[in-house]
């Protein structure tokens, strides 16, 4: 007897296989995923995202390539998984290395730089 998982790999249905908790590794990397299909072999690969952050990083850009078929977005594995890496941080031991590991800015989040106003003679 052949267990679910075995089944669905060898059915090649990614979807199906991408919500089994802990079983993403088995995803082929070009298999194509919904939107709810990618966030959850995310979400089962360690990198917990929704499939409303996916629709929103579509939007506005920011997230994963995509395709469209019809009007259904499509994720390709490898290109979600990449995505999802590249978001991760650096390696560290105590949250003072993250100041360390942040490059300095020249002004502080949220406040305008300056403007010099001009002058209109007559």
């Not at 995310?42 to 019809?70: D, E, I, N």
Request: aromatic share 6%; glycine share 8%; proline share 8%.
């Amino acid at each position: 007897m052949t267990d679910t998982w075995s089944t669905i790999v060898a059915n090649g249905t990614p979807a199906e296989a991408a919500i089994c908790p802990g079983r993403s590794s088995a995803i082929h990397p070009d298999s194509l995923l919904t939107r709810d299909a990618t966030a959850a072999a995310l979400t089962a690969a360690g990198y917990p995202v929704r499939s409303k952050t996916l629709s929103t990083k579509a939007s506005r850009g920011g997230g994963p390539k995509f395709r469209k078929f019809g009007t259904r977005p499509l994720y390709r594995w490898a290109d979600a998984l990449e995505w999802a890496t590249g978001r991760l941080g650096p390696t560290v031991s105590s949250t003072s290395e993250l100041q360390q590991t942040q490059p300095p800015t020249a002004q502080r989040k949220g406040t305008m730089p300056e403007r010099r106003r001009l002058r209109i003679e007559d």
